[in-house]
């Protein structure tokens, strides 16, 4: 089974690109895993299989990120580009 995740980077202001990742989205992956990331990586790839330190497993051909005003979690897992490093955004009640 998946553990589906999006990736939120804010593209303007109120504007976030949301970036699929298929699986592995739970936080003990995905947070090292995306520490060898940047946000603008991640948007390149616009949409991604799974997230490795080693290497973006990206969908070909991809699907564009959808945008929204606010970083919203619609998968399992969200995180976000902050302070200079990739946070958990994840809703409390949808942590396990």
Known sequence: MS???QIAIQTGPPEWAHIYVHYDGY???MLPALAHWT???ILAA???RQVKPDALDCFDPPRAPGS???PTCEMSHL???QGG???DLT???RRS
């Open 39 to 41: 946000p603008e990586d």
């Open 3 to 5: 553990t589906r995740a």
């Open 79 to 81: 995180y976000v580009w």
């Open 68 to 70: 929204l005003d606010r």
């Open 27 to 29: 936080p003990s992956h």
């Open 46 to 48: 616009q949409e991604i």
């Open 91 to 93: 809703p409390q009640d």
């Open 85 to 87: 490093t990739w946070v």
